[in-house]
């Protein structure tokens, strides 16, 4: 994990190729295992998506998430949004996964950007969030595992 205050940046080695390991990134029902069950989701750029999870009242989150596709190349590039449902404005988040391959295995590099340094909650949000993305990647290594 990284020092920097405005992301959370995580790399990860899969024993398992690209394809493998794409496939439990972008599939609506895998994802599900590891992450939260995209309702619409499909990696298209442009395509908008959502996702529920346990609000955090004290975080002002209401546990609904909005979300679009940025960027797809597939087995390479995942990038989209990620915004509470409930707020007007956007968060300006975007989570990156750039998959290398490496050796028989795929290594991630991981990126969630937007947090600002000058903001309380922001860095509250992300110290929550660092060590749940970081589990998030561990459940995806056990569903690439056995799917």
Do not use: C
Not at 7 to 23: N, T
């Amino acid at each position: 994990m990284s020092d920097n205050l405005t992301a959370i940046e995580l790399d990860h080695f899969y024993p398992h190729p690209p394809e493998k390991v794409w496939r439990a990134l972008t599939t609506p029902e895998l994802m599900g295992q590891w992450m939260m069950a995209p309702i619409g989701f499909e990696p298209v750029a442009g395509n908008h998506f959502e996702m529920k999870t346990q609000p955090m009242p004290g975080q002002n989150f209401s546990g609904e998430i909005r979300g679009r596709v940025l960027e797809v190349i597939a087995p390479e590039l995942l990038r989209i949004t990620w915004s509470d449902a409930q707020m007007e404005a956007d968060s300006g988040w975007i989570m990156s996964w750039v998959l290398r391959p490496e050796g028989h295995g795929t290594r991630i590099i991981f990126s969630h950007t937007g947090f600002d340094p000058d903001d309380a909650v922001s860095q509250r949000t992300r110290s929550i969030m660092s060590p749940g993305w970081a589990s998030m990647h561990d459940s995806l290594e056990k569903v690439v595992a056995a799917a």
